[in-house]
C-alpha cells in the first residue's frame, strides 16, 4: 500500500498536553492569562539564554509590533529579503512602510555584502540617518529572516546596521535552536542578536501550539512595550485608560499548554532532523544532479527545512516535474516561496540586484524533515529520487 509522507507535521506528545488542557479547560484559563504563558515565556527564555520572552498570538503579529516598537512608521522604509515567506515583509506594510528587497546569497539568508553596498552606494547616510537616494526616504530598519533554520551572517549584519544606525529585527520564526558556534557571536541563539528577534510555532514549525509565537530580547524597555501593545495598550487595566492604538495579539493560555511541553522535546527534535538531514545527505550525494543544500559553517543549525537542489541536465528532469512525481507518490514537497518583489502586491517596490533568489528559485524542492519523520520514510525518499532520474 502507498505511504503518504508530509513536508513538515507536528510532533506532538498527547498525554502531557492533555493534561495541560484539562486544567485550562477546568480552571478556566482559556485567554490571554494563565500559568502556562509564562512558564512557556520562562522556558523559551532560558532556552535561547535571554532575560524575558513576550507570548504572542503568531510569528506575523510578533513581527508587526516589533517593527512599530522599533519606531517604523508610514512613510518609512525598511530592509528585507526577497527570499523569503510573505509574512516577514506584510508587517512593514501594516506599518504603512515600504520595503527594499535584497537578494540572497549562498545560504539561501541575506546577502550581507550586497546589503552593504546597497546601504553604501544606492544611500546616503547623513545627520544619523540613512537615507535611500532614489525616494529620499529614511530606512530605518533591517528585517533579517534566518531561512529555513540556516543562520543569516549576523557579524556582517550588524556591523552594517551599526555604520548606519539601522535598528535589526531577526525573524528567527523557522530557526529556534540554531545558535553560532563560531565567531563573535558564538554561543548566540538565533533571534537575540539584533535589537528584537521574533519565533513562530506555527502547526509547521520546529515545535508548535497551533498557531503562536514569541517575541524576545534583552532589552527590557523594547519587550515592556511589545507586551503592552499587545493587550490592547491598556496604560490603566482596572479603569480601562489607553493613550495609544494596541492590539489583541496576546498569547493564549490554551496555546502555551501545548508550547511548555513542546519546548522540552525541541533538543530532541533537533537531534532527529540532523539525523534524517545527514541519512538524505549521504545517499543523495551519489545521486547525479542532485544536492542537498548544506546549512553554514561555524553554526549549530536546527535543520528546520532540508532543501533539495536540482541541476535538471544532470538530473534528467527539473523541480516541476519532479514535484509532480513525488505528489503521484503520495510524497509532500515545496518549492520555495515565489519571490517577494515578484508578488503582485510588491512589483512597485525598491529590488537591488535579485540574482541568487531567482537561481534558487528556480531550483530547490524542500523534502520532507517533520521530526517524527521514519528511517522508512527517509528511505522511500530516496529511493523515489533513485527511481526518477532520467
Ligand atoms: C520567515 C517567516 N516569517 C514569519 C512567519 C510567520 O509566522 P506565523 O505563521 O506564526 O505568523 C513565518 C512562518 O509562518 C516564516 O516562515
Same mark, same amino acid.
Given at each position: 500500500?502507498?505511504?503518504?509522507?508530509?513536508l513538515?507535521?507536528?510532533?506532538l506528545?498527547?498525554?502531557?498536553?492533555l493534561n495541560?488542557?484539562?486544567?485550562c479547560?477546568?480552571?478556566? $484559563?482559556v485567554s490571554? &492569562?494563565?500559568?502556562?504563558?509564562?512558564?512557556?515565556e520562562?522556558?523559551?527564555a532560558?532556552?535561547?539564554n535571554v532575560?524575558?520572552?513576550v507570548?504572542?498570538?503568531?510569528? #506575523?503579529?510578533?513581527?508587526?509590533t516589533?517593527?512599530?516598537?522599533?519606531?517604523?512608521?508610514?512613510?518609512?522604509?525598511?530592509?528585507a529579503?526577497? !527570499?523569503?515567506?510573505?509574512a516577514?515583509?506584510?508587517?512593514?506594510?501594516?506599518q504603512g512602510?515600504?520595503p527594499?528587497?535584497?537578494?540572497?546569497?549562498?545560504?539561501?539568508?541575506?546577502?550581507?555584502?550586497?546589503?552593504?553596498?546597497?546601504?553604501?552606494e544606492?544611500c546616503?547616510?547623513?545627520?544619523s540617518?540613512?537615507?535611500?537616494k532614489?525616494?529620499g526616504?529614511?530606512?530605518?530598519v533591517?528585517?533579517?529572516v534566518?531561512i529555513?533554520?540556516? +543562520?543569516?551572517?549576523?557579524?556582517k549584519?550588524?556591523?552594517?546596521a551599526?555604520?548606519?544606525?539601522?535598528?535589526?529585527?531577526?525573524d528567527? #520564526?523557522?530557526?529556534?535552536?540554531?545558535?553560532?558556534?563560531? &565567531?563573535?557571536?558564538?554561543g548566540?541563539?538565533?533571534?537575540?542578536?539584533?535589537?528584537?528577534g521574533?519565533?513562530?510555532?506555527?502547526a509547521?514549525?520546529?515545535?508548535?501550539?497551533?498557531g503562536g509565537?514569541m517575541?524576545?530580547?534583552?532589552n527590557?524597555? /523594547?519587550?515592556?512595550?511589545?507586551?503592552?501593545?499587545?493587550?490592547?495598550?491598556?496604560?490603566d487595566? /482596572?479603569?480601562?485608560?489607553?493613550?495609544e492604538i494596541?492590539y489583541?495579539?496576546?498569547?493564549?493560555? /490554551?496555546?502555551?499548554?501545548?508550547? #511548555?511541553?513542546?519546548?522540552?522535546?525541541?533538543?530532541?527534535?533537533?537531534?532527529?532532523?540532523i539525523?534524517?538531514?545527514?541519512k538524505?545527505?549521504?545517499?543523495?550525494?551519489?545521486?547525479? &544532479?542532485?544536492?542537498?543544500?548544506?546549512?553554514n559553517?561555524?553554526?549549530?543549525?536546527?535543520? $528546520?527545512?532540508?532543501s533539495?537542489?536540482?541541476?535538471?541536465e544532470?538530473?534528467g528532469?527539473g523541480?516541476?516535474e519532479?514535484?509532480?512525481?513525488?505528489?503521484?507518490?503520495?510524497?509532500?514537497?515545496?518549492?520555495? $516561496?515565489g519571490?517577494?518583489?515578484?508578488?503582485?502586491?510588491? +512589483?512597485s517596490?525598491?529590488?537591488?540586484?535579485?540574482?541568487?533568489?531567482?537561481y534558487?528559485?528556480?531550483?530547490? !524542492?524542500?523534502i520532507?524533515?517533520?521530526?517524527?519523520?521514519?528511517d522508512?520514510d527517509?528511505?522511500?525518499?530516496?529511493?523515489?529520487l533513485?527511481?526518477f532520474?532520467?
Open positions: 500500500m502507498k505511504k503518504n509522507i508530509a513538515s507535521i507536528p510532533n506528545e498527547v498525554e502531557p498536553i495541560n488542557l484539562k486544567e479547560l477546568e480552571s478556566g $484559563w490571554t &492569562g494563565g500559568r502556562f504563558i509564562s512558564e512557556f520562562e522556558k523559551v532560558k532556552y535561547v532575560n524575558e520572552a507570548g504572542i498570538q503568531s510569528g #506575523t503579529a510578533g513581527l508587526h516589533s517593527l512599530r516598537v522599533l519606531g517604523v512608521e508610514y512613510g518609512d522604509e525598511v530592509i529579503p526577497t !527570499l523569503t515567506f510573505i516577514a515583509v506584510n508587517p512593514i506594510k501594516y512602510a515600504e527594499i528587497f535584497i537578494d540572497c546569497d549562498d545560504s539561501l539568508c541575506m546577502d550581507p555584502i550586497k546589503l552593504e553596498k546597497f546601504c553604501s544606492e546616503e547616510f547623513k545627520n540617518k540613512l537615507i535611500n532614489k525616494t526616504k529614511q530606512i530605518k533591517i528585517v533579517a534566518h529555513f533554520g540556516n +543562520l543569516l551572517d549576523m557579524e549584519i550588524m556591523d552594517t551599526k555604520k548606519y544606525n539601522l535598528k535589526v529585527l531577526e528567527a #520564526t523557522e530557526a529556534l535552536g540554531s545558535y553560532y558556534t563560531e &565567531g563573535r557571536y558564538a548566540k541563539y538565533a533571534g537575540t542578536i539584533g535589537d528584537l521574533v519565533y513562530s510555532f506555527n509547521n514549525k520546529i515545535i508548535t501550539t497551533g509565537g517575541v524576545i530580547s534583552n527590557k524597555e /523594547l519587550l515592556d512595550k511589545v507586551r503592552f501593545l499587545s493587550v490592547q495598550a491598556k496604560t487595566p /482596572l479603569y480601562f485608560i489607553h493613550d494596541g489583541n495579539y496576546r498569547m493564549l493560555n /490554551l496555546q502555551a499548554a501545548l508550547g #511548555t511541553d513542546q519546548i522540552d522535546r525541541l533538543e530532541s527534535f533537533i537531534e532527529t532532523k539525523k534524517n538531514y545527514n538524505y545527505k549521504k545517499e543523495i550525494e551519489k545521486i547525479e &544532479g542532485l544536492e542537498l543544500l548544506p546549512f559553517n561555524g553554526i549549530r543549525a536546527n535543520h $528546520w527545512f532540508y533539495l537542489k536540482i541541476d535538471k544532470k538530473y528532469i523541480r516541476d519532479l514535484l509532480q512525481k513525488f505528489v503521484e507518490a503520495g510524497i509532500q514537497t515545496r518549492p520555495i $516561496w519571490l517577494i518583489h515578484e508578488q503582485k502586491c510588491y +512589483l517596490n525598491q529590488a537591488y540586484d535579485i540574482e541568487k533568489a531567482k534558487y528559485y528556480d531550483r530547490v !524542492l524542500n520532507p524533515c517533520s521530526s517524527n519523520l521514519t522508512e527517509v528511505e522511500i525518499v530516496i529511493q523515489k533513485k527511481e532520474k532520467k
